[in-house]
């Protein structure tokens, strides 16, 4: 059978090592790169000119719009980054959230961030594998999953377990990266095998079978929406930073002596990114689900 490009291959702990070595070295080159968010952009189409650090917190706004994440949630941020979506939902909506992640030092410098913004008081960091989270049912009332679903080598169970710890009536909410479709050329497969290795990610899926699998996992009133459009701006961006920062052969050794080789093959990933979405290989979506009540 042909490669698909739309499937784990390999094994979880090889993967979860991969992770947290990804995260773990690369925190501050993701930070002086991206910013406080490490995330895709949203941009009006007619209005390019945001920055790109403005357009991330617009992706975190548009996102709380999306799904009507209410004021005052009990909310659990899966896949919590640095922390920054937390601290906007405590900070601007007054919500109690937890955060989890496979990586320490995103815990550590999430703590910080929040300390920094004044909500410790509302917003925990917690090492823990949000395939088995240890929370009993009937937790949350939002499950938070912004760029983090596209990690998770069973997407089938991992949508369970975000319904097993939503409340009823309680919302999930999630952006991720996708596929164009499931009809992809093997060009188009093997540049998404190499932005898998290179950015420790399981695999991609097309939006609509995110819908199938939510509705399997008891989901009701799920809403699909495709923003690559909105978002592609990202990497035309990152790109121009990266670009530069690959060809300096001072930066290039001080980061292969500091991070290893597998790091410097990240930041070479970058143009392949864009190269995704300016083929079409590469789409952005989000999408929103209800437990029943």
Partial sequence: MSDTGLTFEGRVEDLHR???DHYDKLIDLYEQMWGEHIHHGYW???DLGVSRHEAQRRTVNELIAFAG??????VLDSGCGVGASSIILARDLGCDVD????????????????AEAGVSGQTRFLLMDAMRSTYPDDTFDVVWSLESCELMPDKRAYLAECARVLKPGGKLVVATW???DDRL??????????LYRDFAVSHVLPLDRYRKLCEEALLVDVATADWTE???TTWK??????????RDPFFVWKLIRAKGLDVFRFVNSVPLMKKAYDRDVMHYGVFCATKPA
């Fill in 178 to 180: 996708c596929s164009r």
């Fill in 99 to 114: 955060g989890i992640t496979l990586s320490r030092e995103q815990v550590r410098r999430a703590t910080e961030k929040a």
């Fill in 44 to 46: 009006d189409l007619d």
């Fill in 230 to 232: 909105h978002v592609r």
């Fill in 18 to 20: 991969a992770v947290r």
């Fill in 69 to 74: 994440v209410p004021r005052g949630a009990r």
């Fill in 185 to 194: 050329d093997p060009s188009e497969v093997r540049l998404l095998r190499r």
């Fill in 237 to 246: 961006l990152s790109a121009d930073i990266a670009r530069p920062l690959a």
